[in-house]
């Protein structure tokens, strides 16, 4: 989820769920290597469990940026190799390097051997008209054997490196569940998270009937109360009733903070534009948090106006 989940948004999202895990944008070992290193991996101590998502395909390389992300206190590194873009694909990484489970497990297998964290996998089902359940379960079989990794995401579609943009790619390939469900019947000692298409609870308790947890991203950026009881449900953590003006009043204060390091609050109110998704007034609230002629008021001013709603504007959301 390039340019979606910063650290901002993981901030918001805990102050909704406090135990999920969170994952970072697929940040490359090239921008870690020779770029701004606290800038992609500075993040508040409050988003753990927080794992690093790294795009990349050489081993020594990746190792590097394993040990980079131990060193800044993250929980886990997950090497991505799913993503579809053009971008990616010129810089050999990302979903096409299903092609290439050796160099994979190589990869993995480097960065376990230079860090104590968890390091773990997220993929595809397969990549462009490769449909075969064989592909898959060979490219598990072959990274675990070789790299000792045991967890793997699995987003339940193939991958169309040509002729399908990336948001074509989250659309178009059908899902098959039944092909992670199988890979977990394959490979009962490993741990299989899937991904793709999943926006309910209800859909979560069904998948986690096959599998070993679940992967949501898209559905709960836009509808982040989604998350509101997934603490109690699934995660041990005690129930908690959903106080949308506490969290409200939350993110005001932390935009607010973040102006004192030249941080703009419209980079930060993006992440929540979907606190109030469903509720009266929501069309209004998002309205006055993501007109760009208010940069220049404080955040609570602006809190102010999102909150001035109308009883027109109620019967109408």
Not at 214 to 230: E, F, K, N, Q
Not at 287 to 301: F, G, I, N
Request: glycine share 6%; net charge neutral; proline share 5%.
């Amino acid at each position: 989820m390039i340019a979606w989940t910063d650290r901002h948004c993981r901030f918001f999202h805990r102050l909704i769920t406090r135990r999920t895990r969170l994952y970072t944008e697929m940040i490359t070992t090239g921008a870690l290597l020779h770029g701004d290193v606290p800038r992609h991996l500075d993040f508040d101590a409050v988003e753990h469990p927080v794992a690093l998502q790294l795009g990349g395909s050489e081993p020594a390389d990746l190792a590097a940026c394993a040990r980079l992300a131990e060193r800044w206190g993250y929980d886990e590194v997950n090497l991505i190799c799913g993503c579809p873009s053009e971008r990616v694909q010129r810089g050999a990484f990302g979903a096409c390097l299903m092609a290439e489970p050796e160099l994979v497990a190589d990869g993995l297998k480097a960065m376990q051997d230079v860090v104590s964290i968890p390091v773990t996998v997220k993929h595809r089902i397969g990549i462009d008209r490769i449909e075969s359940y064989d592909f898959v379960r060979d490219f598990v079989g072959t990274v675990a054997a070789r790299s000792g990794v045991q967890v793997f995401i699995v987003h339940a579609r193939n991958a169309w490196l040509q002729g399908l943009s990336p948001k074509e790619n989250r659309d178009i390939p059908p899902l098959r569940y039944a092909y992670v469900h199988r890979l977990k019947r394959d490979f009962p000692q490993l741990t299989i998270v899937i991904n793709g298409g999943i926006t309910t609870a209800e859909q979560i308790d069904e998948q986690l009937a096959q599998v070993d947890g679940v992967m949501v991203g898209r559905a709960a950026y836009h509808d982040p109360c989604l998350m509101s009881d997934w603490d109690a449900r699934w995660l041990g953590g005690p129930a908690q009733a959903l106080d949308r003006p506490a969290i409200e009043r939350a993110m005001v204060e932390y935009m607010q903070r973040q102006l004192a390091h030249e941080v703009p609050w419209p980079h930060i109110a993006r992440h929540m534009l979907g606190l109030w998704h469903g509720a009266p007034g929501a069309r209004h609230w998002r309205r006055v948090w993501s007109d760009h002629r208010l940069k220049d008021h404080s955040p609570a001013a602006v809190h102010a106006l999102a909150h001035r709603i109308d009883a027109k504007e109620q019967q109408t959301s």
